[in-house]
């Protein structure tokens, strides 16, 4: 995923790349694989459609997946989000309905005083290699969105003839 424009400018020089990576490379489109309510006053799809809402205006890729998953998954309509606001590096903030969503990392629920409850079903995810999303409504824990998974945009290519 590339953060920042100047990022993709300075890419316009490379000439060859190298991975060093253990694991798999992915390319294609994130969608969400699960979603989880961790909070006894929300079901797992309530706190999927506060995160839908809430990600509508986000530009990060994962934002925009939980939205496009949204709409090809569920029927349910979104509402517009109040109050909305990108945090970099940790995920966004909105108002839904009058609920006060946080959507991102682990590192915004805790810099929020929220600490995110340790589901098994985290560490899973996080195994496979997928990314999880937090996401608090009115300062209380209340789900988990993971892992992505991207679906192929054709078969990702490489030349190993460096």
Known sequence: MVREGDALERLAKVKKVAFDKTGTLTCGTPKVVA??????????QQVYWLAAC?????E?????????????DQSAALVPAEQFQMIVGRGVTATIKGVQ???G???????A???PSALPDVQVFLDSGGTIIYLAADKKTGGIFGPFR???AGKCKY????
């Open 101 to 103: 969503v946080l959507a």
């Open 35 to 44: 979603a989880e309510s961790i909070s006894t006053e929300y079901a797992s």
């Open 105 to 111: 990392n682990r590192e915004m629920m805790e810099s």
């Open 60 to 72: 990060h890729p994962l934002g925009k997946a939980v939205v496009s998953s949204w709409r090809q």
């Open 113 to 115: 005083g929220i600490e």
């Open 150 to 152: 991207y679906r192929a």
């Open 54 to 58: 809430a990600e509508q205006l986000s």
């Open 159 to 162: 030349d190993s003839g460096a």
